[in-house]
């Protein structure tokens, strides 16, 4: 196989479906796959999972795609998807992120805060994940943009589409469905007026 060109490789390969020739040609440019990779992930670790994910990829795209330069085609294929990574691990730490300011501002306002373990915190803050998960798509949203992100009504709707009763209606249906998902969960969700009546507590349930 190794005297056969690529194009025909993935001629055969479309022929035959034989998995043998894309090995052949994730021996050819492994290390080619590595370096772009590097390029974008600036981690080995990363960058040897995305080779696997991306040649594990190949076995369905290269019977769907015709491919004059298949170099030049695979890089294309492997930014793409380094920089689809980046953007799923972009957003995946700023939810983390969020969530983790949403849950700590709640428990600075907790009196008996300084008495709570570490342990207690984390749990409440899980919790508090689960409940907002638990959730229609459309109160999660409309919470999570509203509370979390402190957009406006009229923020809220245009990135969400809904017209401005469903936004509200999406809130309050939210808030209340939170508590009780809260309650189930053994935390209970206050919400407290404060400055611009978007503060909230959470308490243990005794």
């Known amino acids: 196989m190794n005297e056969y060109s690529d194009n025909e490789l993935i001629y055969k390969y479309k022929q035959s479906k034989d998995v043998l020739l894309v090995g052949e040609l994730y021996k050819r440019y492994t290390r080619f796959v590595f370096l772009v990779a590097m390029k974008y992930l600036k981690n080995q670790e990363d960058s040897k999972e995305a080779v696997m994910m991306i040649f594990e990829k190949l076995v369905q795209d290269l019977l769907k795609h015709e491919i004059e330069n298949f170099k030049s085609w695979l890089h294309v294929?492997?930014?793409?998807f380094c920089l689809q990574q980046l953007r799923q691990n972009q957003a995946f730490q700023k939810k983390h992120h969020e969530y983790e300011n949403f849950s700590v501002s709640f428990m600075e306002n907790e009196t008996n805060l300084h008495h709570t373990s570490v342990q207690e915190n984390e749990q409440k803050y899980q919790a508090l994940e689960k409940a907002m998960?638990?959730?229609?798509s459309e109160q999660k949203i409309c919470i999570e943009l509203f509370y979390l992100q402190e957009k406006s009504y009229k923020e809220v709707v245009e990135l969400t589409g809904?017209?401005?009763?469903k936004v509200?209606?999406?809130i309050q249906n939210g808030k209340r469905n939170l508590k009780l998902n809260m309650q189930k969960l053994g935390?209970?969700?206050f919400f407290l007026s404060f400055f611009d009546q978007n503060s909230f507590i959470l308490v243990s349930v005794s």
């Open 168 to 170: 509200k209606s999406s």
């Open 77 to 80: 294929v492997t930014k793409n």
């Open 162 to 165: 809904f017209d401005l009763n």
């Open 187 to 189: 935390i209970i969700l």
């Open 133 to 136: 998960n638990q959730l229609n």
